[in-house]
């Protein structure tokens, strides 16, 4: 079992920076491509970004291509989830996920491909 517990969430201005982290423990020796999703309020949860286990292969939803980084340190067992230039639209519940793969260089984007999920963090973001 991994669990994935993500920090970081708030609010913010139109504009403005977060920066979340989602820390895994556990069975971390399995190796994981991490994944961020969200859930706005009346949606449906949403990719938004993905890194691959060695952290060299990246994929960004188009919505938020430039504005936001994702980044790994895996010694640390911490995914973080840089994001800048934040929109209204940005509000949601954000949400880690681990999919378990052998493949360093994948990255995944379905949700039936993780196999942890953290509980979520919830940004707001007012115009």
């Known amino acids: 079992q991994v669990q994935l517990v993500e920090s970081g969430g708030g609010s913010a201005q139109a504009g403005g920076s977060l920066r979340l982290s989602c820390a895994a423990s556990g069975r971390t020796s399995t190796t994981y491509a991490m994944v961020w999703f969200r859930q706005a309020p009346g949606k449906e949860r949403e990719f938004v970004v993905g890194?691959?286990?060695?952290?060299?292969?990246?994929a960004y939803a188009d919505s938020v291509k430039g504005r936001f980084t994702i980044s790994r340190d895996n010694a640390k067992n911490t995914v973080y989830l840089e994001m800048n230039s934040l929109k209204p639209e940005d509000t949601a519940v954000y949400y880690c996920a681990a999919a378990p793969t052998i493949i360093s260089r994948r990255v995944y984007r379905a949700d039936h491909d993780m196999a942890y999920w953290g509980k979520g963090t919830l940004v707001t973001v007012s115009s």
């Open positions: 890194i691959s286990i060695s952290g060299s292969n990246t």
